[in-house]
């Protein structure tokens, strides 16, 4: 006889149930993993993106002059018109003369805190100009926030004779 009983039936069913119960769990977890870490890499992106730009604009600046609460910086770039950056709706943005504010970090980045920190504005006080940058950025991920503190130094590059 060839056949299986009862028991060995439900035995193997349980036995498939309990290893594909797993093996979904397991899979919709690597789901939601890859899902988060995407999404976190995005707003990296996304917030480097901004970085650069700042680096970039604060590099061939100058007449730097932060905010009283350091919270702002404006200066003169290299075509002598005034750029400010500054955080606007949870974005960081910039202002270019008298256009209106443009931000440069996307809806999915949020910006909680940004800090300029400018030494050696003073002329002739033999420190080169340097622009500490310290922004707290959140990604949003379904109902959860991945939180990122970023710090980078940038000096311009007319020096100071």
Known sequence: MLGFSMAEMLISIGLFTVVMSATSSAFLIGIRTQRQVIASLNANDNISYAMEVM?????????????????????TNYKNEMVTYFIDNDALSRTVGSAPAEP??????????????????????????????????????????????????????????
């Open 55 to 75: 680096a970039r604009d604060i590099r061939t600046g100058k007449s730097f002059t932060p905010a009283d609460t350091e919270d702002s910086l404006s200066f």
């Open 104 to 161: 440069l970090t996307s809806s999915n980045v949020r910006v909680l805190k940004a800090i300029f920190h400018v030494t050696g504005q003073r002329l002739y006080d033999d420190e080169q100009v340097r622009i500490t940058v310290l922004l707290t950025v959140a990604s949003k991920y379904g109902g959860q926030e991945i939180v990122t503190n970023l710090e980078t130094s940038i000096s311009p590059r007319s020096l100071e004779i």
